[in-house]
């Protein structure tokens, strides 16, 4: 018997010094890779997902599209990016947050998400946090209610997750 949390965690490949010495990068793309494993995650989200009530899946660049959209077509739901800056080619909305060194920011079109609309947001990892708060803070503007901030991974001696929480947001990550 498999225990589908454990199966996922053990395929999830730590890179060493990468893409800076001292860090351990968390590596989804065996996860990816395997069928078997590729679907147990899908699955998990969609366990958790389905029969709530949601407009849309809103995923954010780059590997949260990935999980994002096979999600969001499983549970007969649209898809909207969460972009890097630059990207996206209509009307946008943007928001900064801070990396180690410096900002980055995110985008959304304007007409991704209609006022009232309920969102699930994910992506592959929290470690600050930083990107799905900023994620969460564009769709907020857009009127959308984000019914939960979703990932594959915490990172929780970072605080992400917590920080996430502390905003107001539901948290849900498959693993740690
Ligand atoms: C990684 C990861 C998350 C984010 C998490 O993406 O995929 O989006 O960092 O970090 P945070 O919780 O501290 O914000 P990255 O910014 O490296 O971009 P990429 O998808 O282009 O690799
Ligand atoms: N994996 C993917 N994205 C990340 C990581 C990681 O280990 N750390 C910060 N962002």
């Not at 730590?14 to 699955?43: A, C, E, Y």
């Not at 999980?67 to 972009?83: D, I, K, M, T, W």
């Not at 943007?94 to 959304?108: H, R």
């Not at 503007?141 to 917590?162: C, F, M, T």
């Amino acid at each position: 018997q498999i225990d589908p949390t454990q199966y996922i965690r053990q395929i999830i490949r730590n890179v060493p010094d990468w893409p800076k010495p001292g860090v351990t990068f968390r590596d989804i793309t065996p996860v990816l890779q395997d069928p078997r494993s590729f679907r147990v995650l899908i699955d998990l989200f969609v366990y958790r997902y389905m029969g709530q009530k949601l407009d849309l899946v809103a995923g954010v660049d780059a590997r949260g599209f990935i999980v994002g959209s096979v999600l969001a077509y499983e549970l007969n739901l649209g898809f909207v990016p969460v972009r890097k800056k630059g990207k996206l080619p209509f009307n946008t909305v943007a928001e900064e947050y801070s990396l180690e060194y410096g900002n980055a920011s995110v985008e959304m079109h304007t007409d991704s998400v209609r006022p009232g609309q309920r969102v699930l947001l994910i992506d592959d990892l929290i470690a600050t946090g930083g990107t799905l708060l900023a994620a969460a803070r564009l769709l907020q503007r857009l009127g959308a209610n984000v019914v939960e901030a979703a990932a594959i991974i915490d990172l929780p001696e970072l605080g992400g997750s917590q920080a996430v929480k502390d905003s107001g947001l539901s948290v849900y990550t498959v693993c740690s």
